[in-house]
């Protein structure tokens, strides 16, 4: 960037430094612009005053054209005047296709730390197995294996979308996405589960409390909490509305009892039943949450929110009382392979009963010998 004093325009994101003009003294102004493209802060020479007949006004319709996307950034522009799809020229043309769609922001975060540097400025066919085989091995070594498969997926969506498109030619190889094991089911036996809930009613963070009840008493996704709205909410029926659910497809689940009366008690201060800042959407509670964890003295590894959505399926399955289709719509699982995980809970509990009933008949059994064996005894006496 230069070094030499910026100065501000009337135009907002537009300033410019002063420099001698090329092959000459003559001293003519250089403006730049700052923006910001999917988050990421981007500055940028938009042109000299006299060699490119740049102005303030000018360079802000620039500005304009990048933000909303009818020009690209400098980086990009001369990648394509060279003829080169990048990795980081396919990722900018994947995003204005996927700025609105869910998790793009954690991609958009993938990318920067993971793939940018080592493969922005490749192409796809100059991209070899053993560059790929670095980074998983890298990222191995401090990042969890779901982290890993996600970033892998990543970078071949981005290959994928290019080839797709006519952009590039495919990748010379295949990229081995790592199997992980999603099956972490949480649970908290009684004494943690009541230390937990003492440790929600000791908590001075109102909406971290309460959003730990739900997820408990629903089963609740963290983002569809985020989402709820006072209107999702059926008192009159006894249901919840979930807005843009994870399997996309609408969705209600019922409204019990526990859960009605933690939804009375808040306060109605925004059009969301746990608002964000200036009552706008949530998009975070870790820290409220996290300080609630430890505080009941939980495990470290227990996830506060998406834990206690595995304690109430838990429950529910270990009841017997449920079953596994029910069990499935309650959770609003997609798929019933998700629900099977709890299977062996409810096998438990059937298992545990058929052993009661075994019991049950068997004092009924030795009851009746008691009384029948005494009685043979008399007669034969007889």
């Known amino acids: 960037m230069p070094a030499q004093k910026r100065v501000k325009t009337n135009y907002p994101g537009v300033y410019y430094v002063e420099s001698k003009a090329t092959g000459s003294a003559k001293v003519e102004k250089i403006y730049y612009i700052i923006y910001r493209k999917n988050g990421k802060l981007i500055e940028e020479k938009a042109g000299r005053q006299h060699q490119d007949d740049m102005t303030p006004a000018r360079a802000s319709k620039m500005r304009t054209n990048r933000i909303e996307g009818k020009q690209l950034p400098n980086t990009v522009q001369r990648e394509i005047e060279k003829g080169k799809w990048t990795i980081n020229r396919l990722w900018e043309e994947y995003t204005l296709q996927k700025t609105d769609s869910k998790g793009f922001r954690t991609d958009k975060n993938r990318y920067e730390l993971y793939l940018q540097t080592p493969y922005g400025k490749k192409e796809s066919c100059e991209i070899i197995q053993l560059d790929v085989d670095r980074l998983r091995i890298k990222l191995s070594k401090t990042k969890s294996p779901q982290t890993v498969k996600h970033v892998l997926a990543l970078l071949r969506r981005i290959a994928n979308f290019g080839f797709n498109k006519g952009l590039c030619p495919a990748l010379s190889f295949k990229i081995e996405i790592p199997t992980v094991d999603n099956c972490k089911t949480d649970d908290l036996n009684p004494v943690q589960l009541a230390g937990l809930l003492n440790a929600i009613e000791k908590s001075s963070h109102n909406i971290a409390a309460n959003m730990m009840l739900t997820a408990l008493y629903t089963g609740m996704r963290r983002g569809e909490m985020f989402k709820l709205q006072w209107d999702d909410l059926d008192f009159e029926r006894g249901f919840i509305h979930l807005r843009d659910p994870k399997g996309k497809v609408s969705q209600k ?20 039943v746990f608002p964000g800042r200036n009552g706008n959407q949530r998009t975070d509670i870790n820290k409220p949450v996290n300080l609630i964890k ?7 590894d227990f996830r506060p929110l998406h ?20 069990l499935q719509k309650l959770m609003t699982h997609k798929s019933p392979v998700m629900t099977q995980r709890y299977a062996h809970l409810r096998d438990d509990a059937l298992r545990q009963a058929a052993d009661l009933a075994g019991d049950i008949i068997n004092d009924a059994i030795n009851q009746k010998c008691a009384t029948i064996v005494p009685l043979a005894k008399k007669l034969k006496n007889e």
């Open 253 to 272: 689940i019922p409204l019990n009892s526990a859960a009605r009366q933690v939804f009375t008690n808040l306060p109605k201060e925004s059009a969301y």
């Open 307 to 326: 834990g206690l959505r595995h304690v109430y399926a838990s429950m529910l399955a270990s009841s017997g009382q449920v079953d596994m289709y029910t």
């Open 294 to 300: 430890t505080a009941a003295g939980l495990p470290k």
